[in-house]
């Protein structure tokens, strides 16, 4: 189909205008070219472009218009085409973006070849009336049901603070080759924990986030597989919180992510990489319990409660049922903290005068993960242990801290069977450098020496589960899946340099069926290693 074709299949000749409700979609215009990177995105689409989650035969596209000053709706024209240039077109239509959604759009596009790459765009009156053409992004579909990609390549990460470090590592990633799409685990965003309250004080926390003109060049350049944290809510967030205000950050969210809300405001999900891999997003957020208070577990309550829950009783279902059916070479789960144990200082060597102590006593990070909720985390990992769940790997985020690690249901037993790893990144902004955040009046070499040793020290008490610990360095995780293994990349860019590229700070290998997590030479390593 020419775009000739679409625009009077749509109802208007070429060079004319229809109508749609109050809305009029102008003239037509010539494609423009892609932007520079870093460049500002036309008005009315300042927000960018963004695709979702692959599907065999299509995805979702999502773009913001600037609302017009009376707040009417905003007529959008949308075209994905096989090429660049936009000379072929798959499939396009209208869309209105409305008040209700804050001017944004998500389009369901279908129809389209498994395992592929298209191009997209939006159109709609800018200022003055003249018809502006936003960027163009790129979607790519998932290989069909039942069929064997020798591949699959993505990079996760999370934690993007607006600071006085730079968006580096977004452009690093935008330009990774070869990469399918990119996860975001989450901490899109940072609300105030006390004003940011109503539907429209959360949507613009994403406007404003997207006016760093390198975030908005890698959702162009990649689909984005997105999930929540806490700073899409406030800091802490669980399901007791403020139902209104609970409400108002989800529907944010939805309004701002190319994710249809399947009702509920359900954000967990799952997809598929032909028979290569299944990719579970589970919600750690939404309907857990409070976290605990303490960091000392050395009791049943608390931490070790029976019943707490980080997933809820219905995800949990939904989660396992799905792991245990699927039949894919492998499980990639993306999971908003970690779910490997951060532990302090082990407190296993008391129990020979405390034989009361519960399962892997110890002093365990403030860090509000699945720490916090030992029991379901023994439940789950023994679960897939006894289902017969092998290659599952958890892809993490939210610690600020890269962390790789073997699971087990009690990681104090290592006669007993892995039944995951675990791959936590660090933060994709320094949020803060934690060598001014917690060794300030020490030089900066001084202080990064000493968070080493802290890694060092830290590596001891997890042993031999916790296999990598990085407290200092920012960036993303790069994940390749094949038939036969799975590499894990740690990318580290120092984002205090504006012009810092991207280097390798640890390479992992899995091999299908393993119960060991291999350690890559990696030139220039970084972080602590056991």
Not at 66 to 89: I, K, R, Y
Not at 137 to 146: E, I, N
Not at 376 to 401: C, I, K, M, N, P
Not at 436 to 461: C, I
């Amino acid at each position: 189909m020419s775009r000739r074709d679409l625009l009077r299949g749509l109802g208007f000749g070429v060079g004319g205008a229809v109508v749609l409700g109050a809305c009029t979609v102008p003239t037509p215009s010539p494609t423009p070219p892609l932007p520079p990177p870093g460049v500002p995105d036309p008005v009315p689409f300042v927000d960018g472009v963004i695709a979702g989650d692959p599907a065999p035969d299509g995805s979702h596209i999502w773009t913001r218009v600037v609302a017009p000053s009376d707040g009417s709706d905003v007529a959008v024209l949308w075209t994905v085409a096989e090429d660049d240039d936009f000379t072929t077109l798959a499939g396009g239509g209208l869309a209105l973006a409305t008040a209700a959604t804050g001017h944004t759009v998500t389009v369901p596009v279908t129809g389209l070849a498994a395992d592929r790459w298209y191009h997209y765009r939006f159109e709609a009156a800018g200022p003055g009336g003249a018809q502006v053409a936003s960027r163009i992004g790129r979607l790519r579909t998932s290989p069909a049901p039942g069929a064997s990609p020798d591949r699959l390549r993505f990079a996760f990460a999370s934690c993007q603070q607006i600071n006085d470090s730079w968006f580096v590592a977004h452009r690093a990633a935008a330009t990774e080759p070869d990469l399918d799409f990119f996860m975001h685990l989450g901490d899109y965003v940072y609300v105030s924990d006390t004003s940011t309250l109503t539907l429209e004080d959360y949507r613009e926390q994403y406007r404003r986030w997207r006016r760093q003109p390198l975030l908005r060049d890698l959702h162009a350049a990649l689909p984005m597989v997105a999930m929540w944290d806490d700073g899409e809510f406030y800091n802490g967030v669980d399901s007791t919180g403020v139902p209104e205000r609970l409400e108002n950050a989800k529907r944010a969210w939805f309004d701002s992510f190319p994710v249809p809300d399947p009702g509920g405001r359900r954000a967990h999900r799952r997809f598929s990489w032909g028979d290569l891999a299944d990719v579970s997003m589970i919600d750690v957020r939404a309907y857990r319990d409070p976290a605990v208070d303490e960091i000392v577990y050395t009791d049943g309550g608390g931490a070790n409660a029976p019943g707490r829950t980080t997933l809820g009783e219905e995800q949990y279902s939904w989660f396992t049922e799905g792991l245990a059916a699927s039949t894919a070479a492998w499980r990639i789960v993306g999971n908003q903290y970690n779910i490997s144990p951060w532990r302090l200082v082990n407190l296993e060597f008391l129990r020979a005068f405390r034989p009361d102590l519960p399962q892997n006593s110890g002093v365990y990070a403030p860090n509000e993960a699945w720490d916090d909720y030992m029991q379901e985390r023994r439940d789950l990992l023994q679960f897939l242990v006894d289902a017969g769940v092998t290659d599952t790997v958890f892809t993490s985020g939210h610690t600020h801290t890269a962390i790789v690690a073997e699971l087990r249901a009690d990681f104090d037993r290592p006669s007993t069977p892995v039944a995951a790893f675990d791959f936590c990144t660090g933060s994709m902004t320094a949020d803060p450098d934690p060598r001014k955040a917690f060794l300030g009046d020490l030089p900066a070499d001084v202080a990064e020496d000493v968070l080493r040793a802290a890694e060092r020290f830290v590596l001891t008490q997890n042993s031999p589960y916790m296999r990598h610990l990085n407290l200092v360095d920012q960036g993303y995780t790069v994940v390749e899946v094949t038939p036969t293994e799975t590499l894990v990349t740690i990318r580290n860019v120092d984002t205090f340099d504006p012009d810092a590229a991207a280097v390798d700070g640890a390479r992992f290998r899995v091999a299908k069926g393993s119960q060991r997590i291999e350690q890559l030479p990696t030139p220039g390593r970084m972080g602590s290693f056991a």
